[in-house]
């Protein structure tokens, strides 16, 4: 385990905790399950209603559904050049996901029934989707700066952010807002829904760290990650930053809680997937061996990540 650094910093409000260096750990924890076909870029994941994983195939125009023990099922979209991103699981116990390139949100039963809905807005480029309680989702429009709202019968309302801050990743907080990153704007934005909502964005201290994938953590803090940076950050509900470097010189992609009350992080550039407690402590990072983008909470209560330029799911085993 590294430990904390004695030195702590605190600057503008935001809370700066340096970290221990060191390098990786073999994979002897690490399973990788290949996908049928190659050159598919699974990017997002997350956890079913029927104990299986449900994750995008961004370059394949499919969906794609993993058991624990590694059976993979595939289900095509009816559009071509779809390119699915985000996904998340509904209060209706449907999937929902965007089609960045086909410029949609979709719906996908769990026996791979598949709906459709056109945005309003060309060319929006529909990057993440979260779940409300309520049954509607909110989703992040990169390409025009914009966010919208979908209901279950597929009516779409959209709202304008700033201008040039291409929101990206999104979520729903404990507090039950919506919050996104803004990976141009370099901020962190809490959205409170409403119509039209309100909403308010929070910098990132680091100069054009790129934020990138946000998730709420067991601490009640929403935690994110720099695609430029080296940081794994937390903000509260109030919007007070603090800051986790870590060490290395890449960037850091996919975050998400597990089960052991740790966040879990992925690092696409070097082929890491690591974990942080809520206090600061960085755990072994493992040594994938692959190109790791979005990780979530597995029904089995292991890890489980998409490997994007290596055409796999791949498994952390936690116990």
């Excluded at 750990?25 to 956890?47: D, G």
């Excluded at 039209?196 to 990650?225: C, R, S, V, Y």
């Amino acid at each position: 385990m590294r430990r904390l650094l004695t030195t702590v910093l605190l600057l503008a409000g935001v809370l700066v905790v340096p970290l221990a260096a060191g390098g990786a750990v073999p994979a002897s924890k690490i399973t990788e399950f290949p996908l049928p076909q190659p050159n598919s870029r699974p990017y997002t994941i997350t956890t079913g209603p029927d104990g299986r994983l449900w994750f995008t195939e961004s370059d394949a125009n499919r969906i794609g559904r993993i058991s624990t023990n590694g059976h993979v099922r595939q289900f095509t979209l009816p559009n071509a050049e779809s390119h699915p991103y985000g996904i998340t699981l509904g209060a209706d116990g449907n999937l929902w996901f965007t089609e960045r390139l086909g410029n949609r949100i979709g719906k996908i039963t769990p026996d791979g029934a598949i709906t459709e809905y056109d945005l309003p807005t060309p060319n929006a480029q529909p990057w993440d989707i979260t779940a409300l309680p309520d049954g509607t989702f909110w989703f992040t429009e990169e390409n025009v700066d914009q966010v919208g709202v979908i209901d279950q019968s597929g009516q779409v309302t959209e709202y304008p952010v700033d201008q040039g801050t291409f929101p990206t990743m999104i979520t729903t907080g404990p507090d039950g807002n919506v919050w996104f990153t803004e990976e141009i704007g370099n901020a962190i934005v809490r959205l409170v829904p409403g119509n039209p909502p309100t909403m308010k964005a929070f910098p990132d201290p680091t100069d054009g760290a790129l934020p990138w994938d946000i998730n709420p953590g067991p601490d009640g803090k929403l935690w994110f990650t720099e695609l430029a940076g080296r940081h794994v950050s937390k903000i509260s509900v109030s919007g007070r930053i603090t800051q986790y470097l870590i060490p290395g010189d890449q960037g850091i992609d996919g975050i998400a809680a597990g089960p052991d009350g740790r966040m879990w992080f992925t690092e696409n550039d070097t082929a890491h997937v690591g974990s942080i407690t809520v206090s600061g402590n960085v755990r072994p990072i493992y040594d994938t061996g692959s190109y790791p983008f979005g990780i979530t909470a597995g029904p089995d209560g292991n890890m489980w990540y998409c490997v994007g330029f290596g055409d796999a799911i791949g498994r952390v085993r936690l116990h």
